[in-house]
């Protein structure tokens, strides 16, 4: 029996060698280990640089971070045992059942900007660009930029040209996910000047399948681009759902009790500036 | 709908109850419940919103998994001891797992998880016939056990009725709220289990009767939030009358009817000297 044989490891100059000689022997299999972005078959874009680094390798180890991390979940989570004796979400349950409308977002100071991600094709190698500031006064938020739709020369992209703010999804002590119960209202209201081209509105509620992730609900905004603010009041009811940008046969209602997110995007035919106040 | 369909999957809801009533031999009782499983899915996705699959794909799996734990233990007893009788389970690890498994299926803790989200992805009706009728096979089973351990039996019922309670502290969506009820009965019921099952079957009929008025009620009203009964006086004054006894009933306050179970439960429990 050569079983010894076949279990002797070969030696590590003889290996550093066949590395070396990589090219004359195209038929031995790599010694490294392969990177995540390999072994996971991820998509990588024309153009988009190569992930070289493992995800553990991309964070910063930090003791007092990590300690300022934990004081802010426990302390999150100690709020949550004590919300829960006041009454839902934190709020008296007469103030629950009475209330006609509530303030979600509004803008006022540079902490309300930290809950909106500003974002443009730039991220697939288009030309937008997007931008979130504070009004003149600090009671308003400015949105702006220029929509490109000049398609990124990746030999896949057809089409391209869009800019969207998206509200952050509020996450619970270590970093659970929490929603928006708008299961009261049934109609969103903005105020809004815009630049008089059509913008839409996308809700996102959360889903359990995979399948479901792109699932978003949109509905329109016409702006009208004058100096007068507009009072914009949109039934949820008028939402229509979609996946992935297509509009789907099958339409539900938005179920209201899990609310995730809210999204303006704009899109154009052309090279324009944009602005949302 | 279809009638057809409909008559023929609330048939089979009930064949599979029945079987597993019916049934002294573990792997027939196995078949009831499967049925049972099997014929509420399509009545719970009929619908086909997102959320009611959703909830679908998880009961399935829930129940499936405790199904299969269930066959599991019932083979393993059937090994251990050489025969395949319900009421004849007597070694520790297939009670335990038999246990669990059923605990599983009706949603006590903390094997709850899946039964708040699965309600609220669900129609009144559908969540009524989940809250009552899904409950009767394996209590029918349970009712048979031979308890092995009484310790996992008062952990299970006490977890169940603490975890209940808070649950549906600050819940604003009144079937998440029923959901928390029924895992708080559940508790009650499996509190007194070993010392007087006859209780637990009474308990058990008196929570299907209020759980079933409060359902109808909230069908009536079109109601799954806390805010719309507020506004029914409107539409049914009468009923909107009546609904806080309903409600006050299941929460079991005296001198209502939901007092009665927990009262005879509690002393039948005074008269064990657990302590």
Known sequence: MSLPRITHLPSGRLLSTILHHQPLLPSIIPLTVPKRAVIQGEYRRPGQPKKTKF???????????????IKKHFTLLKKEFTDRWVGPEGKPIVEHMLEQNRVVWEFRGP????????????????????????????????????????????????????????????????????HH??????????????????????????????????????????????????????PFSKFFLTHRGRVQDDQHPVWLDKVV????????????????? | MNPYILAILLFGLGLGTTITFAS???????????????????????????????????????????????LFASVTNAWLTGQWEIQQITHPLPS???TLALALKIGLAPLHAWLPEVLQGLDLTTGLILSTWQKLAPFALILQLQPSSSTLLIILGLTSTLIGGWGGLTQTQLRKILAYSSIAHLG????????????????????????????????????????????????????????????????????????????LILQELTKQGLA
């Open chain 1, 55 to 69: 995800a553990w390798q991309k964070i910063n180890f930090n003791f007092s971070k990590g300690l300022e991390g």
């Open chain 1, 111 to 178: 902490e309300s900007l930290r809950e909106w991600t500003v974002s443009s094709d730039r991220e697939i190698g288009g030309h937008s660009e997007a931008y979130l500031k504070l009004g003149r006064n600090n009671n308003t938020c400015f949105l702006y930029g220029t929509l490109s739709s000049t398609p990124p020369r990746d030999g896949e992209t057809r089409y391209s040209g869009y800019c969207t703010m998206r509200s952050k999804q509020p996450l619970a002590s270590f970093d659970r996910k929490k």
């Open chain 1, 181 to 234: 119960d708008w299961s009261s209202f049934n109609t969103l209201q903005l105020r809004v000047r815009g630049d008089g081209r059509p913008w839409m509105i996308n809700v996102s509620a959360e889903t359990y399948f995979s399948h479901q992730k792109d699932d978003i609900y949109c509905y329109f905004l016409y702006t009208r681009g004058g100096p007068y603010w507009q009072d914009v009041k949109i």
């Open chain 1, 261 to 277: 997110q809210r999204k303006i995007p704009s899109q154009s035919d052309d090279k324009t500036d944009v602005s949302l106040p």
């Open chain 2, 24 to 70: 002294s031999h573990w792997l027939l009782a196995w078949m009831g419940l499967e049925m049972n499983t099997l014929a509420i899915i399509p009545l719970m996705t009929q619908h086909h919103h997102p959320r009611a699959v959703e909830a679908t794909t998880k009961y399935f799996l829930t129940q499936a998994t405790a199904a299969a734990t269930l």
């Open chain 2, 96 to 98: 335990t797992m038999i």
């Open chain 2, 188 to 263: 009650w019921m499996f509190l007194v289990l070993q010392f007087s099952p006859s209780i637990t079957l009474l308990t058990l009929l008196t929570y299907f009767i209020m759980t079933f008025s409060t359902f109808l009620v909230f069908k009536l009203n079109e109601s799954t939030n806390i805010n719309t009964p507020a506004t029914s006086w409107a539409k049914a004054p009468a009923l909107t009358a009546l609904m806080p006894l309903i409600l006050l009933s299941l929460g079991g306050l005296p001198p209502l009817t939901g007092f009665m179970p927990k009262w």
